[in-house]
């Protein structure tokens, strides 16, 4: 083997380190742009709250193992980021019992947040002979009878984020809130009325 031939060799592995060990730094460098972007804006999911649930009918008369629902529901949201702002699209809210959806979905408008800005929305629900599970139906009738009914007001959709000018990719957002219905009075239950609202201030579990 020539010296010319060797000396060929060794620039090429010279270059094959040199491009690693840029490739390497350009990597590092990227991730601690990322972590440093993060330390400073600390971003945080958005905060909701599920602040009242206006019954307008919720029974099973309309026919046997079949749900009649009929509500109106306020739900806030809280942008806590004071650098981030956040895009909501594509939001869908609808009500469940034990993991069944009970109403059709509502889509809630397109919206910007601000940087700790507050969205109040208060769409109605509706869900007209539902059928239930007979295991379900079992379930709400004693729900009824001691005068407690459990009901998960949900939220799927899309949100990106905004940072001055720019604008993240799409991001799933889920959102499960709590909702307990007691139509009791004391020990006397009571039915429930033409309309009742039910003021619960209820924050809800958020997952992005």
């Known amino acids: ?100 959806q009970i109403t059709l979905p509502a889509l809630l408008p397109t919206t910007y947040q601000g940087h700790k800005d507050v969205i109040v929305w208060s769409p109605f629900l509706y869900g007209n002979s539902v059928p239930l599970a007979p295991y379900l139906c079992d379930m709400l009738s004693q729900d009824l009878m001691t005068g407690m009914v459990l009901l998960n007001v949900k939220i799927d959709g899309r949100v990106k984020w905004k940072v001055g000018t720019w604008i993240s990719g799409s991001y799933h957002i889920h959102v499960n809130c709590p909702a307990y219905i007691s139509f009791c009075e004391g020990k006397d239950c009571i039915g429930f009325g033409p309309t009742v609202k039910y003021q619960l201030v209820k924050s809800c579990a958020v997952d992005v």
């Not at 330390?39 to 019954?55: E, G, N």
């Not at 306020?74 to 909501?88: A, C, D, E, K, L």
């Open 1 to 100: 083997m020539s010296l010319k031939h060797c000396e060929c060799q060794d620039e090429r592995r010279k270059l094959k380190r040199r491009i690693f060990c840029v490739v390497l730094a350009f990597i590092f460098l990227v991730l601690f742009v990322i972590f440093l972007i993060y330390v400073i804006l600390r971003p945080s999911k958005p905060h909701f709250v599920l602040q009242d649930v206006t019954v307008l009918a919720l029974n099973t008369s309309s026919a046997p193992g079949f749900l009649t629902t009929n509500i109106q529901v306020t739900v806030f949201s809280r942008n806590p980021n004071g650098r981030i702002g956040v895009y909501y699209e594509n939001l869908d809210i609808f009500a469940t019992y034990r993991s069944q």
